[in-house]
């Protein structure tokens, strides 16, 4: 089992379209890295986007109204309309958890639930759900079957059983109903 965090590769991203401008089919926008940054400083960030507009500036109006047209938050989604605070707290749990927080998170669809559950959800990384099964039954019951038993355990049986209990894996990372 390995506890999987974020890799310095992974980069946390949205790009903020300015809507004046893409209302009136110009593609202004920006990429914002956003791994460590608070929701203040995104605003600042998307501030300045605005701030650049080339529909306001050629038409003497201020870009106020901004909206999330792509992003890369280890795979997991938002919204167009995502607030701040939320992608800020995505971001932090990421950092802290890697993939398999946004697994988890997307299995569950709710954020504050994915991260007060995610620690007792999260058994580790495995190279299939069987192998997972086999050490747990193993760690849990083995030893209080006499040795020339061992052979007869259905670690498959045990497999199906813990998921329909409602354990799961995607991409290696197991999970456990919470």
């Known amino acids: 089992m390995t506890n999987q965090k974020n890799s310095s590769s992974e980069t946390y991203q949205i790009y903020i379209a300015s809507l004046s401008d893409y209302n009136a089919g110009i593609l202004h926008g920006k990429w914002i890295d956003v791994e460590g940054l608070t929701t203040d400083e995104i605003q600042e960030e998307i501030n300045k986007i605005l701030a650049t507009s080339p529909y306001a500036e050629k038409y003497g109006e201020v870009a106020e109204e901004w909206a999330i047209h ?15 605070d939320t992608i800020v707290s995505i971001v932090e749990a990421l950092a802290e958890h890697g993939e398999a927080f946004a697994i988890y998170y997307n299995d569950v669809s709710d954020l504050e639930t994915a991260i007060s ?13 069987l192998d997972y099964a086999t050490q747990t039954f193993d760690e849990l019951y083995v030893h209080s079957i006499p040795k020339n038993l061992r052979y007869y355990i259905d670690y498959n049986a045990f497999s199906r059983d813990l998921e329909a209990e409602g354990y799961f894996i995607e991409d290696g990372y197991v999970f456990r109903p919470v």
Do not use: H, K, V
């Open 70 to 84: 792509d992003f890369e938050l280890g795979g997991i989604r938002i919204a167009e309309y995502e607030s701040l």
């Open 117 to 129: 559950n995610f620690e007792n959800a999260y058994q580790g990384e495995y190279d299939s759900f």
